[in-house]
């Protein structure tokens, strides 16, 4: 029997509250409007980041779906760390939040339980 993997699901748990509480904000509108709005993008890219958000903490709770979670999250995380690099007026240092949940999206990724790495075989093994 192994042992479960204590630390990797807390780090999911985490990033998944974390998440599903910045996706439900970029529906809410407030600051993430204006933020969005300097991207110059539209509110298309607010709604579809923080969909991608809210369905990648969804799916890092599921072992068998955590790597997909965390994927949604870092593609979100990589475009925060790309805007605040070349369109936004922050720079690097804006890069640096987005740049620190980029690394727990590919922790939790990389530390899904082990239940879930187990291959499936359709044969009998007798």
Known sequence: MQRPDVLGLAIRVSLAAAFALFGWEKFAGGEWTALFRQIGLGDWLRYLTGGMQMAGAVLL??????????????LTMAGAILAHLFVLPTGIGGAVIPAVFLGFAVAAGWRRAPAAEAPVSLRDPT
Do not use: Q, V, W
Request: hydrophobic fraction near 55%; glycine fraction near 14%; charge should be positive.
């Open 61 to 74: 709770l599921l072992p068998r779906t955590a790597r997909a979670g965390a994927a949604l999250i870092g």
